[in-house]
């Protein structure tokens, strides 16, 4: 999650400059600065990189919000199991899959695979959010008070994957803006 927060405000930024570097040359044009062949050109130009930047956003904004529905191949699914040897044929595919079968899971497999940290790196590896593994290590609980805090933390995760989408989809004050002539 937090590489692709990284990246969208990476193109926001990159965004931002191309969005002033454009105004500056339509001032410089203005001001007679520049020439009308090069303006077009440099604007042409810019205007290309913006569309190319805005498109990677959207898609990048797209694979933030699903972060929480992504699913996974079966060999990468979490398998749900009593003990060892012990399979529940159980299994969730993505985040949201999880927090659904946590909530109808026995109590002896949840703790199970909790103390075995079998949780943590499914959410670190598969679904790479090392900070809310992080979070799942630390928790100190049992039993049904472990099964809450698993799927309070996992929801507010998701909740926050959500959120931040849609804070970041929120256009930039010059987004959205024709820059062509």
Request: glycine share 4%; proline share 3%; hydrophobic share 35%.
């Amino acid at each position: 999650m937090k590489s692709l927060m990284r990246r969208v405000e990476e193109l926001r930024r990159v965004i931002s400059t191309i969005e002033s570097t454009i105004a500056k040359l339509r001032v410089m044009h203005a001001s007679g600065e520049v020439n009308e062949k090069r303006f077009k050109r440099d604007l042409k130009a810019l205007n290309l990189g913006l569309k190319s930047l805005r498109e990677e956003l959207k898609t990048t904004l797209t694979n933030l919000y699903s972060l929480a529905d992504r699913r996974c191949r079966f060999e990468e699914a979490f398998h749900f199991y009593r003990d060892i040897g012990k399979p529940l044929n159980l299994s969730a595919f993505s985040l949201n899959d999880l927090r659904e079968k946590l909530a109808m899971l026995p109590i002896d497999s949840l703790e199970f695979h909790f103390h075995r940290g079998d949780f943590t790196a499914w959410i670190r590896d598969v679904i790479e959010d090392p900070e809310l593994a992080k979070e799942i290590a630390e928790i100190k609980a049992k039993g049904e008070s472990l099964r809450r805090k698993l799927i309070q933390l996992i929801s507010e995760r998701i909740k926050t994957y959500k959120e931040e989408s849609n804070r970041l989809s929120e256009p930039s004050p010059q987004e959205g803006v024709n820059h062509e002539k």
